[in-house]
Structures are given as structure tokens and as C-alpha cells.
């Protein structure tokens, strides 16, 4: 448990999964988190957990140690730059999870603030996110704690920079692109002959488990494929013909095509 008073400034699909995380992890009490945004009645779930809901940045922000914006990439700039004086930078850390906004343009608006990088996903809700973080200016300290937050709200680790519009794709638009594939299983299942929930909760669990094979054992996917695929069998036949319908193809295209949605806009 920390003691430290969090802002997360925005709070929308991210923030209050955010929100959500810190509270069911046990790492911040209900009162030490504030969450902001402009029309509150969204947030009334977690206003009734005793999370302080503010349309008031500026009071989240001034009452706060650890300040989380996950603002949409087009208005951070603007609501930051209103706000850029009410920072404290000598008792402040600054954790963006905006997509595509380096850390040198986040410090270039906050003058003196040590900024973060972070890239969870939506799983962050139910401490299940892959993080990946980003550190510059951050101190030891700084660092440790960020770290140790989201170690806490699932699995966290640290990435060049660089890297982090690739993490976005990956980590961030990957819950979408499984959730996809977990559907097309539902629709095929349900084809078969299951009844939407009962398709609905193989699928899921089916994915889970493929998932925690390759997280505990650390295997490659191939060679837990080839456990599976009994020569002349049901999965290499189901295999192949996705294959050939170009499915291994189809995701390695939606990744790139994310990618230069960041990159080139
Ligand atoms: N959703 C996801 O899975 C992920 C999102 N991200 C990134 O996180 C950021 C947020 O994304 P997401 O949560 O999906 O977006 P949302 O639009 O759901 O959330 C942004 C929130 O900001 C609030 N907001 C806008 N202006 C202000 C303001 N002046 N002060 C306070 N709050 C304000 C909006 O509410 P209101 O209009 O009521 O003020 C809105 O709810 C983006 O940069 C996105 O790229 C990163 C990883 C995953
Ligand atoms: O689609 C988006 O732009 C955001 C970034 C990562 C997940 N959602």
C-alpha cells in the first residue's frame, strides 16, 4: 500500500481503469486517489468507492504527489500548458500515458517536472495490464516507485523510448486485436453448435490458458503448437486453411498499419 495522494488527470476509458487498478490492487486507498474530468457523472462507480471526483485539474493536481494524465493525445498540450504553473516540481512526478507525446514535449510544458512515460492497457482495471515505461529525469526513487505501481497492477517493464509507439501497438491496441480474435472464436463456436456463453467462456479461457503456457513455461507458441497438431489431424487441417486465408499475414498487417497510424498520423 503507498500513501502517496495520486491525480489521474482524464478520467476516461484509461483513467478510471487506472483508478479501478490502484484500488482493487490495494496499493492506494479509495481517499488518496482524486480523478478529474469535465462531465463527472461517468465516474459516479468510483465517486461511491470513495475515490474524489474533481472537474478542478488544478485542485487534483496541487493536492497530489503522483500525478497521472491520460488525456487524448490532441487536447494534453492544451490542458497541461493551463495548468504548468500549479505543478510542484520538487515533490511531484508526472506519469503520462498519452500516445505519441515524448517526454521532452511533456517536460517542455511542465518546466522542472520529472516525467514518465507509461503504456498499460485497459486490463489495468483488473491488475492484468503489460506496462511498458519509459524513464528520463525520473530519480532512483522516482523510478522504484513507478515501477513497483504498475508491478502491482500487472506486469511492468522498461523500454528505450523509441520503442514506445511500438508498445502502444503491442501492449495498448493488443487487448483489442485478442479481444477480436476471442470474438471470431465465439462466432465460429457458436456455428458448431455452442450456445453464445458457453462458446463465450471456452474461447476466453482457451486464450488464457495459451496465454499463462507461454508466461509460466516461457515456450515458444511453435512448440507448444506442434503438442497439438496430431499429424493429419483436426488442428494442423484448421491451421493451414488460416494460413491460407492469410491470417498470421493479417495481423502482422494490422500491427504496421497501427504503427503508421502513430507514426505518420
Ligand atoms: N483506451 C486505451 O486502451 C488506452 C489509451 N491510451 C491513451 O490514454 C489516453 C486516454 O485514452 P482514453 O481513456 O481511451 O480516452 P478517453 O477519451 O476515454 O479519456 C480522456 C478523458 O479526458 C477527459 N478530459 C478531456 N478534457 C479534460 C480536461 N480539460 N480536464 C480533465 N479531463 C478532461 C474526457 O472527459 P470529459 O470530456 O468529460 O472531460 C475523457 O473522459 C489517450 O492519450 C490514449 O492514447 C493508452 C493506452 C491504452
Ligand atoms: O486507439 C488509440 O488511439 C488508443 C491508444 C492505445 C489504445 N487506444
Not at 505519441?100 to 485497459?122: C, F, Q, W, Y
Not at 496465454?211 to 493451414?240: F, M, Q, S, W, Y
Amino acid at each position: 500500500m503507498s500513501a502517496k495522494k495520486i491525480a489521474i488527470i482524464g478520467g476516461g476509458n484509461l483513467g478510471s481503469a487506472i483508478a479501478q487498478g490502484l484500488l482493487k490492487s490495494g496499493f492506494s486507498q479509495a481517499g488518496d486517489i482524486t480523478i478529474t474530468k469535465r462531465n463527472t457523472d461517468t465516474l459516479v462507480a468510483l465517486k461511491d468507492a470513495g475515490v474524489q471526483v474533481e472537474k478542478d485539474n488544478a485542485k487534483a493536481i496541487r493536492g497530489a504527489e503522483v500525478i497521472i494524465v491520460a488525456l487524448k493525445p490532441y487536447n494534453v498540450r492544451e490542458v497541461l500548458q493551463e495548468y504548468s504553473t500549479v505543478f510542484d516540481p520538487a515533490k511531484q512526478i508526472l506519469i503520462s500515458v498519452v500516445t505519441g507525446v515524448s517526454i521532452d514535449d511533456l517536460e517542455r510544458i511542465v518546466p522542472g517536472m520529472a516525467v514518465v512515460r507509461a503504456m498499460p492497457n485497459t486490463a489495468i482495471a483488473i491488475q492484468e495490464s503489460m506496462t511498458c515505461l519509459s524513464f528520463k529525469h525520473a530519480t532512483p526513487e522516482q523510478t522504484n516507485f513507478v515501477t513497483d505501481m504498475f508491478n502491482q497492477l500487472g506486469a511492468a517493464v522498461t523500454i528505450d523510448e523509441k520503442l514506445m509507439d511500438a508498445a502502444t501497438v503491442l501492449g495498448a491496441c493488443g487487448i483489442a486485436y485478442a479481444l477480436r480474435f476471442i470474438r471470431a472464436n465465439i462466432q465460429g463456436g457458436i456455428e458448431i453448435g455452442f450456445d453464445a456463453r458457453t462458446a463465450s467462456l471456452i474461447a476466453a479461457q482457451t486464450v488464457k490458458g495459451a496465454a499463462e503456457l507461454l508466461i509460466r513455461e516461457k515456450t515458444h507458441p511453435e512448440a507448444e503448437i506442434d503438442k497439438v497438431t496430431t499429424p493429419k489431424g483436426c488442428t494442423i487441417a484448421g491451421l493451414n486453411e488460416m494460413e491460407h486465408q492469410g491470417f498470421s499475414s493479417s495481423l502482422i498487417k494490422g500491427i504496421t498499419a497501427s504503427y503508421d497510424k502513430i507514426v505518420k498520423g
